[in-house]
Each structure stands twice: as structure tokens, then as C-alpha cells.
């Protein structure tokens, strides 16, 4: 009997009566990280990576129902051993590896396979089923190391800065923002919207060292922003504070980036294909590290890459998920939490 | 190449037109002035021949990238342009180049008449020692088609601010025939070329829509008054034995209208008219769709010479005995075209558009109401002593069209859309009610705001019923207005009419499917219309 199933709550283990990021409140959920089309509120207990915790407690005020695991360590729920492997994602994200009676299933959630500096790497983990994401699941997306693109984004920072005009970067609240920070600190004061700030006090408390960031305040003066890096989530990107800044460019942070559409879609002054999912390349590579005979495709370019793992010899099927909602990130973080919309 | 990759990755960040400008100002002072012409042809859409096709290069990509032939369809429907999906899906270049625009170009045109195995050695060299961005340019450049949102109006006035010069002069430069192989930059800007060629048009003077009521344009005695024709604008150029016709779009069509080729004997050397290219029957002009079975066609049968003969309404007159009058008011050039026209040999193919005579702004309007009986969009306001300026030019013409035609239709397909609006459902079909059934009348683009196509776009995401490659069949639930300009009927659609441009007005929220129109209610105003 298979260990996963799909039902219309989400993805369910019989043999362990838990869910895994399920969409519809249930007993006993396991998270892979916190993005909010991989978290519903509502659940009875969850258990999460050590990380995902902080990040659950801020924004959902998830506390006494959360347990949490460290990576590699294994646990027992009614006979099925299960364990975390890190996914690269997001900080605390998460594959959730199942072995029942010498059958392995691995969820993966969102993963990629670049390491960022910030989120634990990637770790493939050999399986008999994979579940897997495809959000980048077409041969047009092939990342550029991200020292090159931290080294773009530097430079458009340091023109923008001679020119007098104020660099905003796009970035989801959750995982980017990190990753950006981690990054691009050392030369400008980064300040950061609140979401970010929030999430960054939370990951500090659990021990995550950060560069140092400012919580942007109306206190702030216009002139010093301007000589700065200021990070906010997409869904404020076209708001009336950003057009009040000094001569503002905004430069999105995004794997859509990587296409002129997406790019020209934004309106936006620059866009960085900075992505925290694989590429093509780096999802057929997880894949096959995997040796799974079995792939099931969860969201993203789900029928397209699904046909073509069929046609290289990976036996593959699409299933109908809630996750990863298409076009999310070019639209904006629409579930995140709500209090970012009316700052 | 690098310094025009950066021009065209300025060109597409912003729509805004002073930025675009600024964008093209910078180029034009950094830019090696060899490559400039080339750019000037490129972005006014004067296309080399295309030195290889489209099918060679494509299938060169597949077989470079190692994607089966489906995966690079479908990932050329998620980009939306064929250049960059072959730029995206190569696999990474091994060298770097960096050679000037004009050379590529250069080098390209040097692939026609070479074999197939010399044209793919070539081209995959390139791809080899260009990044992405480049690589997209270069595919460009063979097919020599770059679509940016660069006017002629825009460029020529980032040219004119570049080099402080006359802006309608460097219009008619560019606007003349020209090789970018044979000319310099300061030779095109100067208009060297244009005064030895027989055949440059002027740049037409295009008028603004009416935005507010006539009776703000002051006296009626100021203004003349013309129908508007649904045609293609058309300038007839007759200078020494030779006779040119140039449409709108700046394209050479002589060959396409030969009941107009005895102007070449019957029209004086040194004169040039402004006017309508339409279908006109017995003295009648008739509908748009029946010009459309002569338009772009290589050979012309009989029937359609017999069903659609055509006809030119002439607006003006701009040259006269080889002198630009366009500086003369219209009241002088309009006398001076009654009798060019009346001097006519031929009588009932070249015409006078009429003249509306009106005593009241009232009345007008009440005349305009009658446009679409004879076929005309509705009125051209013009002023008696306007000159015929270079473009658009708000004040002097205006253009005061009918109401568009409207109806309540239910959106069932869509499509992602292509260049800028690729990730994004935009294209929509919509139908209306025929009894129980739904049947397709209408396919439209364009007409919301980016706001609106997301609002769209989630419900298509959570809505689609069926896929069938690129479209998604959607529940029957948002209603639209539709706005069009015409009706007729059509044996290649479902419905048995067609709609004329038709467009979205309005996304009805406030209205359920069940209350959009019939197709009864179209063909009643189909029937109504004839």
C-alpha cells in the first residue's frame, strides 16, 4: 500500500494518520516551512523543523501545538519512522522523509539546490517516491550563480545611490528578505519593512545570526533611506509609501525575473532572477539524486514537467495541489499575513 | 552589441515616453555612429531580407538544447517570443564577443545565398560566444523585426534632440527609402538622400480624438467639416512620370491598387494627395470587411476586383507643382485639390471626400449620427487655416467619432498572452446567449487595466475547466461590455457574423451571465445596419 495519498485536504500518510502541509485543518499536520500556501491555520498539532517554529509563532501565534525536530533525526509516529532533510528553501524548511516497512516516500515542499548563504543546503535523500515542486519546471529557467546576481544588485545599489535615487528591493517577507540581508549587508544600512523585522526577531531568538537591519519607521528620514537598501514585500511595491520616497527605483527579486514579460509586467526599474526554487536544471538534478521510482508533481509547470520526466524514464504523474498558487510571486505574497497589506 | 543591449534592456523597463526618449537621447550620443543607421532601419521597420528562417533556427535550437520539439513549444508559449525562448533554453556560451551592431548585421546579410551547413556554422558560433541577453538581440536581428514601443514619432524626436535638428526634416529622412549599408549617420539626418528620390511621402498629420463637446472649439465658421473614413490613409505621390502609394504604416502598397495606377498619366508631376483608400461601388463606399479581401494580397482575382473595387477619398493636398504646401492653410490647399481633381480624366474612382455643410455645431452632430448608413466612422473637424502639420498635434484636426456599437458578452476561453503580458491570462473569447448554448463572438486583447487582467487571471486559475494546449475553457461567470465598430455577417465563425475591432469597454461586475445579450440581438442589429 502506498504511504502518501492525495486527498482533498492534502497530501495524508494512512499508515501514520498524519497530513503533511495539508490545506484543510486536520489533527496532526507535518510542516515543510512557512510559506503560506504550505500552512493553514486551524491545525490541531503540527510538527516542524526546529526553525519553521519561531516563523509559526509570529505569524499565525502558533506556540503549545507545535513540535519541532532537527534535521536528520528520526522520529516514530504510529510506525512509520519520519525525519527531516533539509531543502534549501527557506530558513527551517524542510523534505520530509517516511520509511514504513522498507518503503521510502520523501515530500520535498519547496526546495532548491543552490545553497544561499543563509537556509541549511539542499540534501538529496534516496527514495522510492518523490514528491516534488516544478515552479520553474521549463528549460527556460537556468539561474546565474547568485554571487553574480548579488553583484548586480550591488551595482545597481551603488548607481542608484550617485544618482540620488532610493533602492527598494522586492522580496518575499519569508526566505528572500534573509537572504538578501545575508548577503548585501556591509556597505549600506539595509531597512526593512515590518514583516521582515518581525520574522527577524523571531529568527535571531532561535539563534540565527542576521546581519544587522533598521525596522522602517516614519521616523526615518527620506534623505537617509535614500543613501540605503530598503527591502519590502511584493504586495507594497505599488504602494503610496514607496512613491513618496526620494526618486524611488524598485528592483524586484524574483525567478520570473529571468523572462522579459515578467520583467516588463512589473513595471518595475530592474529585475534580479533570484530565485528560492530550482531551475530546470537543478530540479532534474534533485530528481534523479533521488533514485525515486515514483515522482509525483505537485505544482508549478505540473503537466509539462511531469510529461517530460515520463518521456527521460522517470515514471511521473501531475496531482492537483493548493500550493504555489501560478503567478504568486509576480503578484505578491497574497496569503501572507494580512497586516502587511495595510501598513 | 553591448552598449544596444543596454539601450533595448532601458527601452523595455519603462512605457513612460520621456524616459524612452532619454534612453534612446544617451545611445545616440554614446553609440559608434556605423551602427547607428542600422538601429534608425531597425526600429523604423525597415527589414533586411531575412537571411535564414525561422524553421531552421528554431529546429538548430532544439537540437542544441536537447529538449524534444513539444518542450520548446510549450516553452515558447510561456515566453511569448520565439528570440527569447531559443536565447533561454541554448545551453550556456563557451566564448565571449564583442563585436559592433553594424557587424552582426553585416555579417548576417553576407548568410543569404550561403548553404544551410554555412548559415547553421555561423549561427551557432554566435550563440556560443553570447550571453543571454545578447543572444536574444542577435535572434532579433535576423529577423530583423524589433518591436519596443519605439515610434517613429519617438525617434525621431530622440534624433532631433540628439543632434539639434528640425524634427519634421529628419521624419522626412528617415521616412525615404535609404540602405543603412549605404548611408552615414550624419548623411541620414542630414536628408541627403531624400531630394534625388522620387518616391518620399510626407509624414502624416493625424488628429486627436474629441474629448469634449464642439461647441468649446468656439465659431463654426473656422472649421471644415469631413466624414471619416474606415479605410487605410493613403498618400498618392506623383513626381517625374512616377506614381507611389504609401498607407499609414509607411509601407509602399502601389502594386496593391491598380484601378489607381492611371493617376500615373492623369495626375500632374509634383503632386502629392493625402487622402482614403477605400472600397467604393457605384459612387458608394462600402464596409471596411470588404477592403479587407484587398489588402495584403500578392495576386488579385477578378471577383474581388469586381466585388471590391477601390476607390481613393482625397483629404488634401500637400505638394503642389513640386512645392511643399503643407505651410498654406487648409482653406488654400483645399481649393487647389477641387481643381486637381476636377482636371481629372478619370472621374469616379479619385474623389473629393465631401465637404459637410453645417450651420450649427447641433446640427452637425445630428448629421453625425447618420455616419455609419454611409459607411463613415463619424466627422473630422478640421480648421480652415491649420496647417498640415507632422504627427499629432492637438488643436487644429479632431476627430469626433460614433459611439462604438456595444454588447454584454460572457467570457468561456482564455489564453496567455505573449511579449509583456506572457505570465498573465489576457487573451479572452467571448460569447453570447443562443438559447441554452453559448456561441463564440468575440476574441479581444486589450481594454483593462493591469489590475483588472490579475483579477482576471486568479479567477481563470482557480476556474479553468479544460485545457486544450495554451487555452483554458473557464466557468461562464464574468460578464463584459464589448465594444465594436461594425457588424457582418461571416461564414468562418460559428456565430455566422463577425464583430469589427472589437474590444473590451467595460468588465461588467454588476452583471450575472444570465443577463448578457442574444445572438438574436446581434443579427436584429445586423439586419438593422445593412
Redo the contacts between chains.
Sequence with gaps: MALIKFTNRGIYCKQGNFYIDPWHPVDYAVTTHGHADHVKWGNKNYLCHELTKPILKQRYGLEDNVQTLPYNKEIDINGVKLSLFPAGHVIGSAQIRLEYKGEICVVSGDYKVEYDGISTAFEPVKCHTFVSESTFGLPIYTWQEQELIFAQIKNWVKDNNNKGKTSILVAYSLGKAQRLIKNLAGEYPIYVHNSIANLNEGFAAAGVELPETIRIDIDIKKDELQKGIIIIPPALADGRWVKSLQQPAIGVCSGWMAVRAGRRWRSADAGFALSDHADWPGLLSAIKATEAEKVFVTHGSTAVFSKYLNEIGICSEEVTTKYGAEDDEVIGEVNENPKEETK | MKRFSQLIQEL????KTNDKIAALVSYFNEANDKDKPYVIAMFTGKKPKRPVNTALIKQWAIEL?G??E???S??YS????LS??IA??LP?AENAVDKPLHQWITELAQLNGETDEAKKEYILNAWNSLNTQER?IFNKLISGNFRIGVSNKMLVNAIAKHGEEDSSKIMHSIMGKWLPNEITYQELIAGAHVNTDNSWPYPFCLAYALETEPENLGETSAWQAEWKWDGIRGQIVKRNGELFIWSRGEELVTDQFPELHFLKDDLPDGTVLDGEILSVKDGNVQSFSMLQQRLNRKTINKSQLNDAPIGFFTYDILEHKGIDIRQEPLAERRKILVDIIGNLAIKDIVLLSPVIEFESWEKLAELRETARAINSEGIMLKKLDSVFHTGRKRGDWWKWKINPYTVDTVMIYAQKG???????YTDYTFAVRDGEQLITIAKAYSGLT?KEI?EV??FV?KNAIE?FGPVRTVKPELVFEIAFEGIAESKRHKAGLALRFPRIARWRKDKKADEINTLDDLRQLLIASQ
Aim: net charge negative; charged share 25%; hydrophobic share 30%.
Design positions: 523595455e523597463l519603462s512605457n538544447s529538449i524534444p513539444w518542450l520548446f510549450e516553452s510561456s515566453v511569448g517570443d527569447e525562448t533561454l533554453v550556456p536574444f505573449s511579449g509583456r503580458r506572457a505570465n498573465f493591469d490579475k487571471n486568479s486559475n485545457k
